[in-house]
């Protein structure tokens, strides 16, 4: 288990070396394969390179009028104008709601004797000539990378969010 600092260290050195071209699909799910590169902290000229998969489900639509039937025990009057407000405004809100998978026996892992620069760079190369519109290169952090990965998967969602918004609206769903 993580403490909070190691969290926050591992989000703050998280850095997207290469971004996927593509973004979150609206209407189906989308599997981002990603390369994660890390040191090792306690070795000179050893870099870790995970690969994997991290799926992110069909974003869902949440509509308010579910929130209305919500039991607001112990909010007094405010609960009763809140659902009156979430009434008036249905039209207005909706969250998207984003499932990701991440599944950990897809996951390959490699230790390289060489410095982080070569392998770097190596692995950028390698996959601009791929072309794979769905990979991601990540630098993070080696002990906590899941947390990096989960950073990326956020940033993922902030990217895609505005299209998925609008290709709803497009549709008349929202």
Request: charge should be negative; charged fraction near 30%; hydrophobic fraction near 40%.
């Amino acid at each position: 288990m993580h403490s909070p600092d190691d969290i926050q260290y591992a989000l703050e050195q998280t850095e997207v070396l290469l971004e996927p071209d593509r973004r979150i699909d609206t209407f189906g799910s989308t599997k981002f394969e990603f390369v994660m590169l890390s040191e090792l902290m306690d070795s000179v000229d050893q870099t870790r390179v995970r690969e994997g998969v991290v799926q992110a489900d069909r974003p869902a639509i949440i509509r308010p009028e579910a929130y209305a039937e919500f039991a607001f025990e112990g909010f007094g009057e405010q609960a009763e104008a809140f659902a009156q407000w979430l009434q008036e405004h249905k039209g207005d809100l909706a969250i998207l709601k984003y499932g990701f998978s991440f599944r950990r026996d897809t996951v390959k892992e490699d230790v390289v004797h060489e410095s982080f620069p070569a392998v770097r760079d190596r692995v950028l190369q390698r996959a601009r000539e791929q072309s794979n519109p769905l990979t991601a290169v990540i630098y993070g952090v080696d002990d906590a990378w899941e947390v990096c990965l989960l950073k990326f998967t956020v940033e993922m969602i902030g990217k895609s969010q505005g299209i998925n918004v609008f290709d709803f609206k497009r549709r008349g769903l929202l």
